[in-house]
């Protein structure tokens, strides 16, 4: 793991310590990289929520064919394929 240093004001070091000693963590070190964690759900969830939004406006539903099924699979096989070959 690396180190980053981190420049703050003096309240905002006194407001991190006191999260570390009242929310159960170990180290500020675990309490920023909660945050981090919990900053990066949010844009995922935030990303997914666009994507859902941009299918609904996207038009109407149209039935799946068993051809759709077996192209969406073979699409899925070739993208594993370049993503698992490093």
Known sequence: MKTMNVSLPETMR??????????????????????????QKRKAKEHLETLLLEGLDSGSATPM???DWTEIRQAVRDRLKTTNSF
């Open 65 to 67: 064919s068993d051809r």
């Open 14 to 39: 006194g407001y991190i310590e006191e999260q570390v000693k009242m929310g159960g963590y170990g180290s500020v070190s675990e309490y920023i990289r909660d945050l981090i964690r919990q900053d």
